[in-house]
């Protein structure tokens, strides 16, 4: 009869491998060629905000991974309001559940809504691209569009995979 007992050891070690396999997949997806913006970068903090014990940790994994990969792609002061999108995925990744498909597409898109408001109107204000008016907001979140579409398909994608293997691994080795 297998032993299905709580066991410290698996949640020291599920505790662990969360976190670093997130690091891993972050890293790879925004450093190996990929299409504009379409990373794992939105579902690791959507994830992790739903999964990651305490959530202070879940929110900083996606920060981690920014501060990582911008030693290698440069840093500017636009990447604030980045970071600052993650942490508002993390915080939507809070309310997610786990095992149900509507609540992790709606925050998935959400969480995208979010990112794409918060980094372009970051754009707007600290650019200069663009004039510093309504008319320049708006033209600034039109030539956006396309990197919308393709952050909210990398967000929906890498979601589908991390929490479908997320609950494919918990049903198999986490059994109280």
Not at 24 to 47: D, I, K, Y
Not at 107 to 120: D, E
Not at 155 to 166: N, Q, R
Request: proline share 5%; net charge positive.
């Amino acid at each position: 009869m297998p032993n299905n007992r709580f066991s410290f050891d698996r949640l020291r070690s599920a505790e662990f491998a969360i976190p670093v396999s997130l690091i891993v997949l972050g890293v790879l997806s925004r450093t190996l060629p990929h299409p504009p913006n379409f990373t794992a970068l939105g579902a690791v903090a959507l994830f992790a905000g739903a999964r990651v014990k305490p959530l202070s940790l879940g929110l900083m994994l996606p920060i981690a991974i920014l501060l990582g990969t911008d030693w290698i792609f440069g840093f500017s002061l636009d990447l604030l309001w980045v970071y600052a999108s993650m942490i508002l995925i993390g915080l939507l990744g809070a309310n997610t559940r786990l095992n149900k498909v509507g609540s992790i597409v709606g925050n998935g898109f959400l969480g995208s809504l979010a990112f794409f408001i918060v980094t372009n109107f970051g754009v707007w204000y600290g650019s200069g691209m663009y004039s510093a008016d309504y008319a320049g907001l708006m033209q600034c979140y039109a030539m956006a569009i396309p990197f919308f579409g393709s952050f909210a398909a990398g967000t929906l994608f890498y979601s589908g995979v991390i929490f479908a293997a997320d609950r494919v691994l918990s049903a198999r080795f986490v059994r109280a």
